[in-house]
């Protein structure tokens, strides 16, 4: 006789407790099912891909396939490709400062007084707030850099090592381990009401100027409250079950597409298990030769290549390599199924860049690829005419589409249509 077994059941050792996957036993126990939650996912290649590798001749259905598109053959269904997208003035005092405007779309980046907006993948995360574990997830293939902002213009450093996030989100701690985290959150949630009710006092004392900059600290307090609110109550809920064993890192900052790679399963992981529904990933220059054979050069050089044919050779191999990570994420998102159709049908990835060549610097022209979500894809869709039309229109469409009642954001003109009746949206 088989013995119904609950969902929270883990196997434990050594004082870590592993969650088991979802057993045909554990059915007595199981949730019932409902609507299958909409999710983003940001990718970012912050070094751009070579034009003339990536872009067809002519837009439509039939769009010719070119080298880097034919390593998305497979699913060339479950994708739209748009040229003619960017953000105005991009230029910054650093020529690569436009890494920190892709998804906030703020002007001059990096210049005199610049200050950076919300990005709109925190956008989503508030709008969610704590209906998952974590609200948003943001992670980098080299350091902590990210192009995630606060609404105080702060960013939201780059989780580097997909091991502690796996080991955060999937892994039990012992009751010890526990107890000394839920400590933790009361110490830290007692400290910031302090501070709240000093810089109250200070307020009462200061200029209208300093008043202002007290405006975005106590928003900032406000903000991790609810944070430490929210991990409080999560921390009494048992953690998803995952069919996998713990990741372990890549340590080598040589191995890019390793490293890229290790991100891209992960991604999956968090999406299936809802542990957030906006993720941030930017994949960034590791200042090293990577292992890549035939690669000689450093992925930084290599996008400054001049037309060297020699250097565009050996960057196309690491923008394949790249690409390819991609197509791996929207592969593991098509097997993996939920409510009778697959995951990346109630799963957005907008995947592209914040420079649409690298050689020269220039923030125009984008590559921006949208995949999943529900819409129609399969086509190569140009939205330039006289000027690139502004990449936050398509943000709003995206916004408003995981239900966010808002108009604007950033530099946006508008909501980004680019259905046709031949190709109606599915949604």
Request: charged share 20%; with cysteine; proline share 5%.
């Amino acid at each position: 006789m088989i013995q119904s077994l609950h969902r929270r059941t883990f196997l434990r050792a050594s004082g870590v407790a592993v969650a088991l996957p979802f057993l045909e036993s554990m059915t007595a126990f199981a949730s019932p099912p409902a609507a299958p939650p909409k999710r983003l996912i940001f990718v970012c290649t912050a070094l751009g891909l070579h034009p003339p590798k990536l872009w067809p001749k002519a837009a439509g259905q039939n769009y010719d396939t070119t080298p880097y598109l034919e390593l998305l053959q497979d699913h060339r269904d479950n994708f739209t490709l748009f040229s003619g997208l960017s953000h105005e003035e991009q230029t910054g005092r650093q020529p690569h400062d436009s890494e920190m405007t892709w998804l906030t779309a703020a002007r001059n980046p990096g210049m005199a007084g610049f200050r950076n907006t919300v990005s709109i993948d925190q956008v989503v995360a508030n709008h969610f707030g704590n209906a998952t574990r974590f609200s948003s997830v943001t992670l980098g293939t080299a350091n902590s850099q990210s192009q995630s902002y606060t609404r105080g213009g702060v960013m939201v450093p780059a989780e580097t090592s997909p091991a502690k996030v796996f080991a955060r989100m999937f892994l039990e701690g012992s009751p010890d381990e526990v107890n000394t985290q839920q400590r933790r959150l009361r110490e830290g949630r007692s400290i910031l009401d302090q501070l709240g009710t000093e810089t109250k006092k200070l307020r009462n004392r200061s200029s209208a100027s300093d008043n202002h900059l007290l405006d975005d600290y106590f928003e900032s307090i406000r903000q991790a409250e609810k944070k430490l609110s929210a991990a409080q109550s999560w921390m009494k809920k048992p953690k998803p079950t995952v069919n996998r064993k713990p990741l372990l890192d890549i340590s080598d900052p040589a191995d890019l597409i390793g490293r890229t790679q290790l991100i891209m399963d992960l991604v999956p992981l968090i999406v299936q298990t809802d542990s957030t529904r906006v993720i941030a990933v930017t994949v960034q220059d590791h200042a090293v030769v990577p292992k890549i054979e035939g690669v000689t050069g450093d992925h930084h050089n290599l996008s400054h290549h001049g037309k060297d044919a020699s250097k565009i050779d050996q960057l196309e191999k690491i923008e394949a390599g790249i690409i390819r990570c991609f197509g791996s994420l929207l592969e593991q998102l098509k097997r993996s199924s939920e409510f009778g159709s697959c995951l990346l049908d109630h799963t957005t990835i907008v995947f592209g860049s914040n420079l649409g060549n690298a050689n020269s610097h220039e923030a125009k022209n984008l590559p921006i690829f949208l995949a999943g979500g529900g819409y129609h894809h399969g086509r190569y869709v140009t939205m330039r005419k006289d000027h690139d039309q502004p990449l936050c229109n398509l943000y709003v469409r995206l916004l408003q589409d995981c239900g966010i009642e808002m108009d604007s954001f950033g530099q946006s003109t508008g909501r980004l249509t680019w259905e046709s009746t031949n190709f109606p949206e599915y949604l």
